[in-house]
């Protein structure tokens, strides 16, 4: 099942504004939209927004998820250093019946 | 509190059978999707199984299709993955996680398939 695309590595200043990337096509992230984790080393994923772009309780107001087409974004403000972690995109393939991730993007904050 | 807890993890030989479960509290259990998702160590995030509330729907990815076996007790609160016919490409912390977007995540069992 092929998987959902994202940039493998993002470097951010303290403080600046981080937005990753999530393509995937029309019977995926084009038609539910993309659910985005966060892991940090050692530690099983969290949920930080939810396929329709809303965040659960307790998910800083500094993430949102957006989606344009086929690709889903997650932008984080104010970027800290507790953000440096794995994020994971996943959505739902209606044409396969299955759900798909991405490969992961690791975020850096400088 | 959601708590799910995963257990039957461990090292099995090539062509070797494993039974994992995830024991679920905290939430109505048997009105939840639940799924199965593994990790290779040093890599991704893999979408295994998926398995609706009342089990008359079930989903596996290809790579499981035919070996793997997911299941649910919701009597017991416990969601189950038969695994047969282990490989070592299967050799991976299993995570199970509740809801309709991975709401929930257990801590996960690792799965060691060597000779």
């Known amino acids: 099942q092929a998987g959902l695309t994202q940039p493998p590595s993002v470097s951010k200043a303290l403080r600046q504004t981080a937005t990753l990337t999530c393509t995937g096509n029309?019977?995926?992230?084009?038609?539910?939209?993309a659910a985005w984790l966060q892991q940090h080393q050692g530690h099983p994923p969290k949920l930080l927004s939810y396929?329709?772009?809303n965040r659960p309780s307790g998910i800083s107001e500094r993430l949102s998820a957006s989606r344009s087409g086929n690709t889903a974004s997650l932008t984080i403000t104010g970027l800290q250093p507790e953000d440096e972690a794995d994020y994971y995109c996943s959505a739902w393939d209606s044409s396969l019946s299955a759900w798909v991730f991405g490969g992961g993007t690791k975020l850096t904050v400088l | 509190e959601v708590q799910l807890l995963e257990s039957g993890g461990g090292l099995v030989q090539p062509g070797g059978s494993l039974r994992l479960s995830c024991a679920a509290s905290?939430?109505?259990?048997?009105?939840?999707?639940m799924t199965w998702v593994r990790q290779a160590p040093g890599k991704g995030l893999e979408w295994v199984s998926l398995i609706n509330g009342d089990a008359g729907s079930t989903y596996y990815a290809d790579s499981v299709k035919g070996r793997f076996t997911v299941s649910r007790d919701n009597s017991k609160n416990t969601l189950y993955l038969q695994m047969n016919s282990l490989r070592a490409e299967d050799t991976a912390v299993y995570y199970c996680?509740?809801?309709?977007?991975?709401?929930?995540w257990g801590q996960g069992t690792l799965v060691a398939v060597s000779s």
């Open positions: 396929r329709n772009n």
């Open positions: 029309s019977n995926n992230v084009g038609n539910q939209g």
């Open positions: 905290g939430f109505t259990f048997s009105t939840y999707g």
């Open positions: 996680a509740n809801g309709a977007d991975f709401q929930h």
